[in-house]
């Protein structure tokens, strides 16, 4: 970190020990971090050391805070200079040696309690997911919520991210989850996005991050990889022969992602996926179009999906009849059923979790 960048650094926590604010500090060294490299994070914590000021032990306590959601060996990064790191992350040890030379009020950093979380659509169609968590200060003063905004189109990739007050959360239309399950949604999401090269994120989610992912793991218990219980909670299969089957097919293409139904990925899976992966009894593909309705009234009954259902679902028995449009994988299927004297009913087909739209 350049002179430059530690003297605004410094500036910055002199006016955030007038502010007395835990959450504002937290947010504040959140922005701080993201922008260390890590080659500069041994340089930076000497320097903060050696400065022994106030102003230095608070940036020290602030990024101890958050350090190991960032900047520690298990996240990815490597820090060279484990004479500064610790086993925690490069600002633990050095942080919590601050923290005693500094107001009470330093001590409650990173000192949270989770008391809620919730889940759902953050737009009709589902292509976004919202997880929330909320927290508070052991003191109980600083009441907030953190959201993270996961696309599902592209794999469930944390895509945008912000801390704000609990009333937020009057604007969403979320429903009460575990936080166990929230909290390990956040950190799958967030740990696709590290892995994906070249993931388009909003620019506001890299000063977020380190906080997010502080956040997620001071929830007990995360459960990874976080389940989701849509299918389970579907009770209106409709009552007609072959209807299962089809719906087996339905619950393999929406795969982790059930909550994403929109008009093109109807379309998709009607005329694309189910032509090239799936074989099915005449039954069930007689029975498609009405479970593919349910399923549509089922995930928000808009109209615009529905439409799409009328529209493609007349085409479905011509496209599965048409051999040319199998993939591989049914192509194989097939030649089996037949090489054992078999017809071309059954259950067969391939993973439709990736399909577009």
Same mark, same amino acid.
Request: proline share 6%; hydrophobic share 45%.
């Given at each position: 970190?350049?002179?430059?960048?530690f003297?605004?650094a410094?500036?910055?926590?002199?006016?955030?020990?007038?502010?007395?604010?835990?959450?504002?500090?937290?947010l504040?060294a959140?922005?701080?971090?993201?922008?260390?490299?890590a080659?500069?994070v041994?340089?930076?914590?000497?320097?903060?050391?050696?400065a022994?000021?106030?102003?230095?032990?608070l940036?020290?306590?602030?990024? $101890?805070?958050?350090?190991?959601?960032?900047?520690?060996?298990?996240d990815?990064?490597?820090?060279?200079?484990?004479?500064?790191?610790g086993?925690?992350?490069?600002?633990a040890?050095a942080g919590?040696?601050?923290?005693?030379?500094?107001p009470?009020?330093?001590?409650?950093l990173?000192?949270?309690?989770?008391?809620?979380?919730?889940?759902?659509?953050?737009?009709?169609?589902?292509?976004?997911t919202?997880?929330?968590l909320r927290?508070?200060?052991?003191?109980?003063k600083?009441?907030?919520?953190?959201?993270?905004?996961?696309?599902?189109?592209n794999?469930?990739? $944390?895509?945008d991210?912000?801390?704000?007050e609990?009333?937020f959360?009057?604007?969403?239309?979320?429903?009460?989850?575990d936080?166990?399950?929230?909290?390990g949604r956040?950190?799958?999401?967030?740990?696709?996005?590290?892995?994906?090269?070249?993931?388009v994120?909003?620019?506001?989610?890299?000063?977020?991050?380190?906080?997010?992912?502080?956040?997620?793991?001071?929830?007990?218990?995360?459960?990874?990889?976080?389940?989701?219980?849509t299918?389970?909670?579907?009770?209106?299969?409709?009552g007609?022969?072959?209807?299962r089957?089809?719906f087996?097919?339905l619950?393999?293409?929406?795969?982790?992602r059930?909550?994403?139904?929109?008009?093109?990925r109807?379309?998709?899976?009607?005329?694309?996926?189910?032509?090239?992966?799936?074989?099915?009894s005449?039954?069930?593909?007689?029975?498609?179009?009405?479970?593919?309705?349910a399923?549509?009234?089922?995930?928000?009954?808009h109209?615009?999906?529905?439409?799409?259902?009328?529209?493609?679902?007349?085409r479905?028995a011509?496209l599965?009849?048409?051999?040319?449009?199998a993939?591989?994988?049914?192509?194989?299927a097939?030649?089996?059923?037949?090489?054992?004297?078999?017809?071309?009913g059954?259950?067969?087909?391939?993973?439709?979790?990736d399909a577009?739209?």
């Amino acid at each position: 970190m350049s002179t430059s960048a530690f003297n605004s650094a410094i500036t910055q926590a002199r006016d955030l020990l007038r502010w007395r604010s835990p959450l504002r500090t937290e947010l504040w060294a959140a922005r701080l971090v993201s922008g260390l490299e890590a080659g500069d994070v041994g340089g930076f914590v000497r320097e903060l050391v050696g400065a022994g000021t106030a102003e230095a032990r608070l940036t020290l306590a602030a990024l $101890a805070a958050v350090d190991t959601a960032v900047l520690s060996e298990d996240d990815g990064l490597e820090v060279s200079d484990t004479s500064v790191t610790g086993a925690a992350g490069p600002f633990a040890a050095a942080g919590r040696e601050a923290v005693e030379a500094l107001p009470g009020w330093v001590g409650r950093l990173g000192q949270v309690t989770c008391e809620g979380a919730w889940y759902g659509r953050a737009d009709p169609y589902g292509q976004q997911t919202l997880a929330a968590l909320r927290f508070r200060y052991r003191n109980g003063k600083e009441p907030h919520i953190l959201v993270v905004g996961i696309d599902q189109v592209n794999g469930g990739l $944390a895509v945008d991210a912000l801390v704000e007050e609990v009333k937020f959360l009057d604007d969403l239309n979320l429903v009460p989850a575990d936080p166990g399950v929230v909290a390990g949604r956040v950190l799958d999401a967030f740990e696709l996005t590290r892995r994906v090269m070249g993931a388009v994120v909003a620019d506001t989610l890299p000063a977020v991050r380190p906080l997010a992912l502080a956040r997620a793991r001071v929830v007990p218990h995360p459960v990874r990889p976080a389940p989701d219980d849509t299918v389970a909670r579907f009770r209106e299969l409709p009552g007609l022969a072959g209807a299962r089957e089809a719906f087996e097919k339905l619950v393999e293409f929406v795969g982790d992602r059930p909550l994403w139904w929109s008009p093109a990925r109807v379309s998709q899976f009607l005329t694309s996926w189910l032509p090239r992966e799936a074989i099915l009894s005449d039954e069930a593909i007689a029975a498609m179009p009405d479970v593919v309705r349910a399923w549509s009234r089922f995930s928000g009954g808009h109209a615009e999906v529905l439409e799409r259902v009328d529209m493609d679902a007349p085409r479905l028995a011509p496209l599965m009849a048409d051999e040319s449009l199998a993939g591989l994988g049914k192509r194989i299927a097939l030649s089996r059923l037949r090489a054992e004297g078999g017809n071309e009913g059954g259950n067969g087909g391939g993973n439709g979790g990736d399909a577009g739209g």
